[in-house]
């Protein structure tokens, strides 16, 4: 049998294709026509398409206004308020610890600090403070930067900054390769950049921000790996492969430039994400579906007889190697503390049982023992905190966390209010169950993988957390921000919906005559201007609380017109 009889006996009946920006599905009874390179059915060519890679000019300038949106509202006035606001005060220290002492290091004592974080976010931070400075007056520690010297408030906030403007130009390329649409893309990244959750951990020094950015970069190389998978498959169908034929014969060609190389890179950044907080290690199985259940699609749309049997037997082992990739990125944000003598853990002592001197392996076991004391303290960390919350408060906003607040200073009032509030942009963030709910229904009637992978990440952000409540552990909102780009995600892609025509050849109602391009375009720009208004209501809404994100001073009585929920935001 031909590779063009195959697939044209695969695509007959009911058939799947995707509308541009919409991921809509619709019915084709029909055979697919032959079209003339390689023989390969249309459906097929639909079904195996991808977002065009030759660069996009206008593409890139649309992207380019959003981050710069970002931007300037992360990096305006960034050494505001001065000092260190909440766990600033640990994570800025740690951070020049580990440029100045390769290790986290308690000036107080002179001696290692126990964290029981891992280090790559405080070296991140502490990057930013080697290059624009760090000072520390309790500690007497003042030292300029590498590159030039700033507020030491910019020095230790760059870093996230740096991290939430990447992360936003991250979502934008990452829908509009989702969704096919620039626009949507840009939707994606705009709410993300208006969210005050997200700007306000992108403006201090905390851990969260850079957990996000990893975890988003890790899915973002995942879609390429999946896109790229699928153009390796539709070049071999050209080529005149037989999907049917048994072992190498019905597989496109080998060797090292066919390696799913963004899997791999996949497996490095997810490394990088469980290097920041282990809390990213969620997403290591939500991940591994996705790429099986790409690889299974991909197979099943080039005729592959047996495509899960296939699947498996090719793209497991590249998912263990992506997996030992991830262990070994890991382990190598660690060589601060493994090649210096001063790490906490680093080597036996009378009151330290179970570590080790021996040479290599010595230092591995003793790693693993710090790695068993710190899980030991998150597993068993209940101590209450004013500003703790249950995950099921998390997206209806019900306990913010207030990194900052301040009465001092004049602003033209009797009494002044200055708070920094980690609170998302609540019109956004009330969005967000709705928007799952949305993506679930519109996703199975339209049997669409954008909408699974979207609530798969989201689920695989925040359920975990809902069973670690059971057992009381003390836990705060912003645990929750490796799922925030997959929430935007899911609002974007309702959004989608709401502003696509009706899928083409879809059944009209009985006696009604199906909708023709004029009821199509007056579809596309109802939806269009409704989500037009929906954006900017998020802005306006973004706009009055940017105050109580940023910390400026405002008269008493304008910050508690911004305390909703009955003074719960307190």
Same mark, same amino acid.
Request: charged share 15%.
């Given at each position: 049998?031909?590779?063009?009889?195959?697939?044209?006996?695969?695509?007959?009946?009911?058939?799947?294709?995707?509308?541009?920006?919409?991921?809509?599905?619709?019915?084709?009874?029909?055979?697919?026509?032959?079209?003339?390179?390689?023989?390969?059915?249309?459906?097929?060519?639909?079904?195996?398409?991808?977002?065009?890679?030759?660069?996009?000019?206008?593409?890139?300038?649309?992207?380019?206004?959003?981050?710069?949106?970002?931007?300037?509202?992360?990096?305006?006035?960034?050494?505001?308020?001065?000092?260190?606001?909440?766990?600033?005060?640990?994570?800025?220290? $740690?951070?020049?610890?580990?440029?100045?002492?390769?290790?986290?290091?308690?000036?107080?004592?002179?001696?290692?600090?126990?964290?029981?974080?891992?280090?790559?976010?405080?070296?991140?931070?502490?990057?930013?403070?080697?290059?624009?400075?760090?000072?520390?007056?309790?500690?007497?520690?003042?030292? /300029?930067?590498?590159?030039?010297?700033?507020?030491?408030?910019?020095?230790?906030?760059?870093?996230?900054?740096?991290?939430?403007?990447?992360?936003?130009?991250?979502?934008?390329?990452?829908?509009?390769?989702?969704?096919?649409?620039?626009?949507?893309?840009?939707?994606?990244?705009?709410?993300?950049?208006?969210?005050?959750?997200?700007?306000?951990?992108?403006?201090?020094?905390?851990?969260?921000?850079?957990?996000?950015?990893?975890?988003?970069?890790?899915?973002?190389?995942?879609?390429?790996?999946?896109?790229?998978?699928?153009?390796?498959?539709?070049?071999?169908?050209?080529?005149?492969?037989?999907?049917?034929?048994?072992?190498?014969?019905?597989?496109?060609?080998?060797?090292?430039?066919?390696?799913?190389?963004?899997?791999?890179?996949?497996?490095?950044?997810?490394?990088?994400?469980?290097?920041?907080?282990?809390?990213?290690?969620?997403?290591?199985?939500?991940?591994?579906?996705?790429?099986?259940? @790409?690889?299974?699609?991909?197979?099943?749309?080039?005729?592959?007889?047996?495509?899960?049997?296939?699947?498996?037997?090719?793209?497991?082992?590249?998912?263990?190697?992506?997996?030992?990739?991830?262990?070994?990125?890991?382990?190598?944000?660690?060589?601060?503390?493994?090649?210096?003598?001063?790490?906490?853990?680093?080597?036996?002592?009378?009151?330290? /049982?179970?570590?080790?001197?021996?040479?290599?392996?010595?230092?591995?076991?003793?790693?693993?023992?710090?790695?068993?004391?710190?899980?030991?303290?998150?597993?068993?960390?209940?101590?209450?905190?004013?500003?703790?919350?249950?995950?099921?408060? @998390?997206?209806?906003?019900?306990?913010?966390?207030?990194?900052?607040?301040?009465?001092?200073?004049?602003?033209?009032?009797?009494?002044?209010?200055?708070?920094?509030?980690?609170?998302?942009?609540?019109?956004?963030?009330?969005?967000?169950?709705?928007?799952?709910?949305?993506?679930?229904?519109?996703?199975?009637?339209?049997?669409?993988?954008?909408?699974?992978?979207?609530?798969?990440?989201?689920?695989?952000?925040?359920?975990?957390?809902?069973?670690?409540?059971?057992?009381?552990?003390?836990?705060?909102?912003?645990?929750?921000?490796?799922?925030?780009?997959?929430?935007?995600?899911?609002?974007?892609?309702?959004?989608?919906?709401?502003?696509?025509?009706?899928?083409?050849?879809?059944?009209? /109602?009985?006696?009604?005559?199906?909708?023709?391009? $004029?009821?199509?375009?007056?579809?596309?720009?109802?939806?269009?201007?409704?989500?037009?208004?929906?954006?900017?209501?998020?802005?306006?809404?973004?706009?009055?609380?940017?105050?109580?994100?940023?910390?400026?001073?405002?008269?008493?009585?304008?910050?508690?017109?911004?305390?909703?929920?009955?003074?719960?935001?307190?």
């Amino acid at each position: 049998m031909t590779s063009a009889s195959t697939a044209q006996s695969a695509s007959a009946g009911q058939a799947k294709t995707e509308h541009a920006g919409t991921g809509a599905a619709t019915d084709e009874s029909a055979p697919a026509p032959i079209s003339g390179g390689g023989g390969v059915p249309a459906i097929v060519r639909r079904r195996l398409a991808t977002v065009d890679a030759r660069l996009d000019v206008n593409s890139w300038l649309a992207t380019a206004v959003v981050v710069a949106i970002a931007a300037i509202l992360r990096l305006v006035d960034l050494s505001s308020p001065k000092g260190k606001i909440f766990d600033e005060i640990y994570y800025a220290r $740690d951070g020049w610890g580990l440029v100045d002492k390769g290790v986290e290091w308690n000036y107080k004592d002179n001696g290692p600090s126990y964290v029981v974080h891992p280090p790559l976010g405080k070296w991140l931070i502490g990057l930013g403070e080697w290059a624009f400075g760090y000072s520390d007056a309790e500690h007497n520690i003042s030292v /300029p930067g590498h590159l030039m010297t700033t507020a030491p408030e910019f020095g230790w906030r760059i870093g996230a900054a740096i991290a939430g403007i990447v992360s936003v130009l991250l979502l934008v390329r990452i829908g509009r390769r989702l969704f096919r649409s620039t626009t949507l893309g840009c939707v994606a990244g705009l709410l993300l950049a208006l969210d005050g959750f997200h700007l306000v951990l992108s403006r201090t020094a905390l851990l969260d921000i850079f957990l996000l950015l990893f975890v988003l970069a890790a899915f973002g190389a995942l879609v390429l790996d999946r896109d790229a998978r699928r153009r390796r498959w539709s070049r071999a169908l050209e080529a005149g492969l037989d999907p049917t034929a048994a072992g190498r014969a019905g597989r496109p060609a080998g060797g090292w430039r066919n390696w799913p190389w963004w899997r791999l890179a996949a497996g490095v950044l997810l490394g990088c994400a469980c290097a920041v907080k282990w809390s990213a290690v969620y997403f290591l199985p939500a991940f591994a579906l996705l790429a099986l259940f @790409w690889e299974v699609g991909v197979r099943r749309s080039a005729g592959v007889r047996r495509p899960w049997r296939d699947a498996l037997l090719d793209e497991v082992p590249w998912l263990a190697l992506a997996g030992v990739l991830m262990v070994v990125t890991y382990v190598a944000t660690w060589s601060g503390w493994l090649l210096t003598d001063d790490g906490y853990y680093r080597h036996a002592g009378p009151n330290m /049982p179970g570590l080790s001197d021996t040479p290599y392996l010595g230092a591995l076991n003793n790693l693993w023992e710090y790695h068993k004391a710190a899980y030991g303290f998150h597993t068993t960390l209940d101590k209450s905190h004013p500003y703790q919350s249950w995950p099921w408060q @998390w997206l209806l906003l019900g306990r913010p966390v207030a990194f900052h607040w301040s009465g001092d200073g004049a602003c033209g009032a009797p009494t002044c209010a200055s708070e920094v509030l980690l609170l998302g942009t609540p019109l956004l963030w009330w969005s967000f169950l709705p928007a799952l709910f949305g993506a679930a229904w519109i996703g199975v009637a339209r049997r669409d993988w954008r909408a699974g992978a979207i609530l798969l990440c989201a689920a695989a952000g925040l359920l975990p957390w809902f069973w670690f409540a059971l057992d009381g552990r003390t836990m705060f909102s912003f645990y929750a921000a490796p799922a925030l780009p997959f929430l935007v995600l899911a609002v974007v892609y309702v959004l989608g919906a709401i502003a696509s025509p009706a899928p083409a050849g879809a059944r009209a /109602p009985a006696g009604d005559p199906p909708p023709g391009p $004029d009821d199509a375009a007056d579809r596309r720009l109802v939806g269009g201007i409704a989500v037009g208004v929906y954006v900017l209501l998020v802005a306006l809404c973004f706009a009055y609380f940017y105050p109580i994100f940023v910390g400026r001073l405002l008269p008493y009585a304008e910050w508690s017109a911004r305390i909703w929920l009955d003074g719960r935001w307190t």
